[in-house]
Structures are given as C-alpha cells and as structure tokens.
T-cell receptor
Framework: TQLLEQSPQFLSIQEGENLTVYCNSS?????LQWYRQEPGEGPVLLVT?????EVKKLKRLTFQFGDARKDSSLHITAAQPGDTGLYLC????????????FGQGTILTVHP | NAGVTQTPKFQVLKTGQSMTLQCAQD?????MYWYRQDPGMGLRLIYY???????DKGEVPNGYNVSRLNKREFSLRLESAAPSQTSVYFC????????????FGPGTRLTVT
C-alpha cells in the first residue's frame, strides 16, 4: 500500500508570509498532483508534476517534484487571504486505471 | 459544460436505511471514482470504474456497492447505512491520459444517526 505523508496538517499565518507544504512517501510515484479545496466544494487540480526534479510555477505558487519521485513540496510566496483552503497532494503509482493516493491534507489559513 | 455533478448535496439517514448517491459527468471521461473524505484522512477511494461496464474495489469498499450505468453515470449505494459511513462523498472522473488528473464533483455530505 502506498502512503503519502503530508505536513504540516495545519498552518496559520499572516498575509505576506511565505510557507511550504511537504508531501513525502517511501514509494515512487509516476506523477504527483496538488489540489486545492474550498469549504463545501470538491478538490480542484492546481498542477501535475511528472519528471523527477521538475519545478512548476503558478503565479506565487511553486511546486517541486523530488529527484527520486518520492516527495514533493508546495511553496507559496507572499500568502494572501485568498490562498486560504485545504491543500491536498495525490500520487499516481503507475498502476492502471489512474488510482490516486492522497495525503491527509494541509489546512491553510491566511489572516489579513 | 457542467463538469461532474452529484445529487443530493446533503442527506441524513437513520442507521439501517439505504440510499443511492448519484454522479454524472459530461466531459466524455472514461474512468470514474467514488471517494469519501473524513477529517485528517484526506480522500480514500471506495470504488472505481476504469471504463463503462467495469467496476473495482478501492481502499474502503465495505458497506458500499456501485453501478456504472453508462459512460456518463456512476452511482454509489449504501444498502444499510451505519454511523461510520457519516462522511463527505466525492465523485470524480478522468479522461484516460498519462498524468492521472481527476475532476471532482461538489460532494454529498451524509450524516447517519
């Protein structure tokens, strides 16, 4: 069974601060995704990383896939209240049918 | 396009009652999935359907059944609800590709008393 450990579970910061969320596993993933979920809604895909060492940027968000494809990080620069939400990482193990393994999630609160 | 739709949005059941959660997608996706989300546990896969006509168990299938009615629709049935099934249920779909991206519905919040 593949597991993804996500940390921290909770993060409460002030507007303008930087933060990093980590997603770690002992298993290799063929790709890793980051989703953002707002209260009362389903997760929405932010990014997919596929290649070991890959870095993708989405405005103030930077996503990195570890060289060995076992871990990933999400870094937010100058956080804003609009960034508040639940962030989930999800790994695809290369098995058929696209099954994803999700981390436990990080609840981010950005205070004005 | 509506994307992935789920009904109902909220439901309260008594222990032992049955119900079916409905899911439909209009993106012509091949694969569909049912997850449950509980605090601190992320999303756990209940059942999935790789393509029309096929279904398979996920991580937590006990107490649930599914039907892939056609390419668009994938329903989840609770035959005899238990308090442990209180959760938020999400349906998702995926167009078969190399990167496994899934698109989620808005969820059904189920409470079993």
């Amino acid at each position: 069974t593949q597991l993804l450990e996500q940390s921290p579970q909770f993060l409460s910061i002030q507007e303008g601060e930087n933060l990093t969320v980590y997603c770690n596993s002992s298993s290799v993933f063929s790709s890793l995704q980051w989703y953002r979920q707002e209260p009362g809604e389903g997760p929405v895909l932010l990014v997919t990383v596929v290649t070991g060492g890959e870095v993708k940027k989405l405005k103030r968000l930077t996503f990195q896939f570890g060289d060995a494809r076992k871990d990933s990080s999400l870094h937010i620069t100058a956080a804003q209240p609009g960034d508040t939400g639940l962030y989930l990482c999800a790994g695809a193990g290369g098995t058929s049918y696209g099954k994803l393994t999700f981390g436990q999630g990080t609840i981010l609160t950005v205070h004005p | 396009n509506a994307g992935v739709t789920q009904t109902p949005k909220f439901q309260v059941l008594k222990t032992g009652q049955s119900m079916t959660l409905q899911c439909a997608q209009d993106m012509n996706h091949n694969s569909m999935y049912w997850y449950r989300q509980d605090p601190g546990m992320g999303l756990r896969l209940i059942y999935y359907s790789a393509s029309e006509g096929t279904t398979d168990k996920g991580e937590v299938p006990n107490g649930y059944n599914v039907s892939r009615l056609n390419k668009r629709e994938f329903s989840l049935r609770l035959e005899s609800a238990a308090p442990s099934q209180t959760s938020v249920y999400f349906c998702a779909s995926r167009l078969v590709s190399d990167t496994y991206e899934q698109y989620f519905g808005p969820g059904t919040r189920l409470t079993v008393t």
